[in-house]
């Protein structure tokens, strides 16, 4: 199956600073989904991309889809102590199941 | 608060028992997906269902199975259980192809 694979692993920041993470695939994607998962929650959705180059915000949130259709990354600015968590990329083909990522946990530091 | 219910939250059971994990769909969303989440993994796809049949599988033995009712809700049998069955189960749903939103999960524990 498609293997999805996040980087960083972990992230130790500041409050205030600012976070970049991505994931990269051995396949072509046609969505690319950005979730946050608190302990013991299900993920929540951050961001959706649908296009191949297209960057969107959601607040402090930006990420972008690859060119290649096989990479994302999300950016958060000004990190806050709530952003704590863990951060999946999860892509999706034209069938309608999900390809998580390995997942990126992070840690801010007050 | 995305709408999609899972009960109940916390269960165990014991290794060759049969487990029903139950699922209420977002208003207006027709398909349900189940995902096995591991300790310190992503979620695993296990299947989907859309209008009550099963629409496609991921790489999960045919003990693992589910329904879907005509309210969309959703439920997800696993039995035989066994030890790497311990995990939190995910219920997510969508309208068709539509973006994914998850419930908050049922951790299943397997002893």
């Not at chain 2, 299947?47 to 969309?72: A, D, T, V």
Request: hydrophobic share 30%; aromatic share 12%; glycine share 10%.
């Amino acid at each position: 199956g498609q293997q999805l694979n996040q980087s960083p692993q972990s992230m130790f920041i500041q409050e205030g600073e600012d976070v970049s993470m991505n994931c990269t695939s051995s396949s072509i994607f046609n969505t690319w989904l950005w979730y946050k998962q608190d302990p013991g929650e299900g993920p929540v959705l951050l961001i959706a991309l649908y296009k191949a180059g297209e960057l969107t915000s959601n607040g402090r949130l930006t990420a972008q889809f690859g060119i290649t259709r096989k990479d994302s990354f999300l950016n958060i600015s000004a990190s806050i102590p709530s952003d704590v968590g863990i951060y999946f990329c999860a892509g999706q083909t034209g069938a309608n199941n999900l390809f998580f990522g390995t997942g990126t946990r992070l840690t801010v530091i007050p | 608060e995305t709408g999609v219910t899972q009960s109940p939250t916390h269960l165990i059971k014991t290794r060759g028992q049969q487990v029903t994990l139950r699922c209420s769909s977002q208003s207006g969303h027709n398909t349900v997906s189940w995902y096995q989440q591991a300790l310190g993994q992503g979620p695993q796809f296990i299947f989907q269902y859309y209008r009550e049949e099963e629409n496609g599988r991921g790489n999960f033995p045919p003990r693992f199975s589910g329904l879907q009712f005509p309210n969309y809700s959703s439920e997800l049998n696993v039995n035989a259980l066994e030890l790497d069955d311990s995990a939190l189960y995910l219920c997510a749903s969508s309208l068709g192809t539509g973006t994914a939103f998850f419930g908050q999960g049922t951790r299943l524990t397997v002893v």
